[in-house]
Nanobody
Framework: QVQLVESGGGLVQAGGSLRLSCAAS????????MGWFRQAPGKEREFVAA????????YYADSVKGRFTISRNNAKNTVYLQLNSLKAADTAVYYC????????????????WGQGTQVTVSS
């Protein structure tokens, strides 16, 4: 059974930092793209960042480039998202996802999803 479990969300002041973790289990993810998405109330789920287990390529949404960093620990089957210089606009539920789809920036490209972790940034 494939499981993606996020952790690390919370309440932080604007300008602060958080580190989200996504622990993956249940299969081998070496050929998968691992992504982070977020969804704010009343808005569609949007792409934040992605990386491949192999190769090390990373991808970011323009809105987070330079502030967020995605990384992974292959030995622990864990993907991280470091959130720096947080803004109120970053407030959302953050989801980890794994996929082998044709796109890395659309939710349709991902087969597995975590339950989400809430990030709230106070201004």
């Amino acid at each position: 059974q494939v499981q993606l479990v996020e952790s690390g969300g919370g309440l932080v002041q604007a300008g602060g930092s958080l580190r989200l973790s996504c622990a993956a289990s249940g299969r081998t993810f070496s050929s998968y793209t691992m992504g982070w998405f977020r969804q704010a109330p009343g808005k569609e789920r949007e792409f934040v960042a992605a990386t491949k287990w192999s190769g090390g390529n990373t991808y970011y949404a323009d809105s987070v480039k330079g502030r967020f960093t995605i990384s992974r620990n292959n030995a622990k089957n864990t993907v991280y998202l470091q959130l720096n210089s947080l803004k109120a606009a970053d407030t959302a539920v953050y989801y980890c996802a794994a996929g082998k789809g044709f796109t890395i920036v659309q939710p349709l490209g991902y087969n597995y999803w975590g339950q989400g972790t809430q990030v709230t940034v106070s201004s």
